[in-house]
């Protein structure tokens, strides 16, 4: 259904005046290969493109792919009256089309879909106010008319609302017009780019806001996720949105025929809007209700929409600031000047609509230990999404795939040559660099152009061969911050640096599967990291046996890298700290394991301790909601029961009082650990995670003699 643009149109004039800085967009290689989709585009580097127009070379700043992206809507809206205007031109003269548009004197139900987009179709070149003030795509008189062509006309529209000065605008005008003839590469660039907005739409009346909203998703998804929510309501003719316990009754008014303001009004007073917002497969106009309230509990609220669309589109959020209300891109560079937005349920919202079945506690432990310290261990049950959450979480957050490796470690790596390379003996001034990208990684992260984005160094199957024999270099230089010598060559031919360091924004994530094939890991390592265990529950293979489909990456791609540099701020930040209660309670609890831990020489040491102070800093950052017997349940599993292993003897009652420091008042660990069938340790324990690991330990203990917490 065509659209009347012209509200839209004055929106986007204002928000082309408000922004004063147009931020230089970094194409990367994607990029520049779908960039090159457009005709006319000769060449594409990371910060521009050239077009050649009329045998004229031109270069197009990368704002000016802002630019298109920013006026996508509009653009789109009009290329569809531009695309029925064709279709009226077929099979007549130029004098026909000028006096048939002059005198309104035409017919198009056999071109358009429905009567509203029929009455509105040619509005643009024959009325002032929908032209927007553009030149007449009519020249000349009656006898001589003349019709400009129709990317001609639309460039000159389009420029009312951009204003930029005369000698870029035409070249600008016919690059969004090509745009707009490949949605597929206009659809990439506004997800890509998108972030690098202050706001999407913004208005001040909530009804006006909600609308502006919905035009919105109708031309950014296609499959208008929204919509699938339909139901029909119990009054005839009108439609509600309903998904669990979200309920936004009667948002629709349906009509088989338009319906003009009085037939919207009650009692006096219009209902809906008077355009129609969509003609669906029904062949029914659908008319937004404009009864909105911003509480909860009315059949049509702002809180209720928002959990709808950040429910389907975790990309976006909702904000109010001072009487207005605003849409906005999690990706936005301009969502917060700080780090104090970062959080963990858009993170998790993201990394979940990749369609991997993990918990939301699950991310936001992991997160918390990335940002805590760069090393983090996934260890547990092969196939449990371990390197597909390292993948996930690297692919979403980085705005290029560069950014991560993920590197296979060989059974056979007995030094650190496999990740970092080595002098050729043959050729004495060449260093040979790893295959696999580790060390071109570590450069990369540390060039100045790049310090604020995250750098991912993935290491799969980290356990296959000793740790210790290829991993002691990185270990000794994430403590000590010293140089890792490379080489004393002293004009390397490749420009392999002779010595490098671990920058700030590079994470190193390694996964871990036990059993005969791989070797545990020692205290030195373990003490360095924090370890992750992936478990899948009962629930959790249900629910995916319910509704399984396969990962998809390229669902989440990039789409959290305007989160970067504040991802890397966060974890650079020194000041978090708890409330003086929460630290207290933390403190106290995390004696009460150190004594115990220390009767089998598994205590842990000052730098264990302070990581453990600064991730319960951070998830609250993260995640307000957790309380500190939560994030202290996370810091056991994670940093203490890691290092705990031996045999029955040494380790049996160390087990018991362990356990019981999880339990809360009133209960016995005996009680616990012999029952036959699992408790709900949710229920009966301050940490639960912790003790139903306990309980594994101490069974497996029984069981065998020996126990650890890698084969519990």
């Known amino acids: 259904m065509l659209r009347d643009y012209r509200e839209l149109a004055?929106?986007?004039?204002?928000?082309?005046?408000?922004?004063?800085?147009?931020?230089?967009?970094?194409?990367?290689?994607?990029?520049?290969?779908?960039?090159?989709?457009?005709?006319?585009?000769?060449?594409?580097?990371?910060?521009?493109?050239?077009?050649?127009?009329?045998?004229?070379?031109?270069?197009?700043?990368?704002?000016?792919?802002?630019?298109?992206?920013?006026?996508?809507?509009?653009?789109?809206?009009?290329?569809?009256?531009?695309?029925?205007?064709?279709?009226?031109?077929?099979?007549?003269?130029?004098?026909?089309?000028?006096?048939?548009?002059?005198?309104?004197?035409?017919?198009?139900?056999?071109?358009?879909?429905?009567k509203y987009s029929e009455s509105i179709a040619l509005k643009p070149f024959n009325t002032k106010d929908y032209s927007l003030d553009a030149k007449s795509i009519v020249n000349g008189s009656e006898g001589s008319y003349k019709i400009r062509g129709t990317s001609d006309f639309f460039t000159s529209i389009l420029l009312k609302v951009i204003n930029i000065p005369d000698a870029s605008s035409a070249i600008v005008g016919k690059f969004i017009f090509k745009l707009t003839q490949n949605k597929s590469l206009y659809n990439y660039l506004e997800r890509?780019?998108?972030?690098?907005?202050?706001?999407?739409?913004?208005?001040?009346?909530?009804?006006?806001?909600?609308?502006?909203?919905?035009y919105f998703l109708l031309q950014y998804d296609e499959n208008n996720l929204i919509f699938k929510y339909i139901r029909p309501n119990q009054a005839p003719g009108n439609l509600s949105l309903e998904l669990d316990d979200i309920k936004l009754t009667s948002i629709f008014r349906t009509s088989p025929v338009l319906l003009n303001q009085s037939d919207l009004s009650q009692g006096g007073i219009a209902r809906s809007f008077t355009e129609p917002i969509l003609y669906n497969n029904q062949n029914q106009f659908l008319y937004l209700s404009n009864q909105w309230t911003n509480g909860t509990g009315s059949r049509l609220d702002l809180q209720s929409?928002?959990?709808?669309?950040?429910?389907?589109?975790?990309?976006?959020?909702?904000?109010?600031?001072?009487?207005?209300?605003?849409?906005?891109?999690?990706?936005?560079?301009?969502?917060?000047?700080?780090?104090?937005?970062?959080?963990?349920?858009?993170?998790a919202a993201s990394i979940t609509k990749s369609n991997l079945q993990l918990s939301n506690d699950l991310i936001?432990?992991?997160?918390?230990?990335?940002?805590?310290?760069?090393?983090?261990?996934?260890?547990?049950?092969?196939?449990?999404?371990?390197?597909?959450?390292?993948?996930?979480?690297?692919?979403?957050?980085?705005?290029?795939?560069?950014?991560?490796?993920?590197v296979p470690v060989g059974a056979d790596w007995t030094n650190r040559e496999p990740l970092l390379g080595f002098p050729n003996a043959l050729i004495p001034d060449e260093y040979i660099m790893p295959q696999n990208g580790a060390?071109?990684?570590i450069i990369e992260s540390k060039k100045e152009e790049n310090k604020n984005k995250p750098y991912f160094l993935i290491l799969d199957e980290m356990n296959l061969s000793h740790v210790e024999r290829y991993f002691a270099d990185f270990l000794s230089a994430m403590e000590s911050k010293s140089d890792i010598e490379l080489h004393s060559i002293k004009e390397e031919k490749n420009k392999i640096p002779s010595k490098i360091n671990l920058p700030s924004n590079l994470f190193i994530i390694g996964t871990v599967n036990i059993d005969e094939t791989t070797y545990m890991f020692s205290p030195k390592v373990l003490d360095r990291a924090s370890v992750i265990e992936f478990r899948v529950s009962e629930g959790e293979m249900k629910a995916y046996l319910d509704t399984a489909t396969e990962v998809n990456m390229e669902s989440i791609k990039n789409q959290g890298a305007g989160m970067g540099q504040d991802f890397i701020t966060l974890a650079s930040e020194k000041s978090l700290t708890l409330q003086a209660e929460d630290i207290t309670t933390l403190n106290k609890s995390l004696l009460e394991f150190f004594l115990e831990l220390k009767k089998t020489g598994s205590e842990f040491g000052y730098r264990s301790a302070s990581e453990i102070l600064r991730f319960a800093a951070v998830v609250k950052k993260l995640n307000s909601e957790w309380t500190i017997d939560m994030i202290t349940d996370a810091a056991i599993?994670?940093?203490?029961?890691?290092?705990?292993?031996?045999?029955?003897?040494?380790?049996?009652?160390?087990?018991?009082?362990?356990?019981?420091?999880?339990?809360?008042?009133?209960?016995?660990?005996?009680?616990v650990f012999d029952k036959k069938e699992t408790p709900n340790h949710a229920e009966i324990a301050k940490y639960p995670t912790s003790l139903e690991k306990i309980t594994r330990m101490y069974h497996n203990l029984l069981d065998n003699g020996f126990t650890s917490y890698a084969e519990a």
């Not at 890509?192 to 919905?214: D, M, S």
């Not at 997160?367 to 959450?389: E, H, Y």
């Open 10 to 114: 004055g929106e986007l004039k204002n928000k082309f005046r408000s922004i004063d800085i147009w931020p230089e967009l970094i194409f990367n290689d994607e990029d520049k290969q779908r960039l090159m989709e457009v005709d006319q585009v000769s060449s594409v580097d990371s910060h521009s493109l050239q077009m050649k127009i009329d045998n004229n070379h031109c270069i197009l700043p990368s704002q000016y792919v802002l630019y298109a992206v920013c006026i996508k809507e509009l653009a789109l809206a009009l290329k569809d009256h531009m695309d029925v205007f064709d279709l009226f031109k077929i099979n007549k003269s130029q004098e026909d089309i000028g006096r048939f548009l002059l005198n309104e004197n035409f017919v198009l139900s056999d071109i358009t879909s429905d």
């Open 192 to 214: 890509r780019f998108l972030g690098q907005l202050p706001y999407i739409t913004k208005h001040k009346e909530i009804g006006k806001f909600i609308r502006a909203v919905i």
């Open 305 to 347: 929409f928002k959990k709808l669309l950040e429910f389907d589109y975790p990309e976006f959020y909702i904000a109010e600031v001072g009487q207005e209300y605003f849409l906005k891109s999690v990706n936005g560079r301009f969502r917060s000047e700080t780090f104090s937005d970062i959080d963990s349920k858009t993170i």
């Open 364 to 406: 936001l432990r992991f997160t918390g230990a990335l940002l805590t310290k760069p090393f983090v261990i996934l260890t547990g049950l092969s196939g449990s999404g371990k390197t597909k959450l390292a993948q996930a979480f690297s692919s979403w957050i980085c705005e290029d795939d560069s950014q991560y490796c993920i």
């Open 439 to 441: 060390l071109k990684l």
């Open 637 to 671: 599993m994670q940093k203490l029961l890691p290092k705990v292993h031996g045999s029955r003897k040494k380790l049996a009652p160390v087990l018991e009082q362990l356990g019981s420091l999880c339990l809360k008042e009133g209960q016995a660990i005996k009680d």
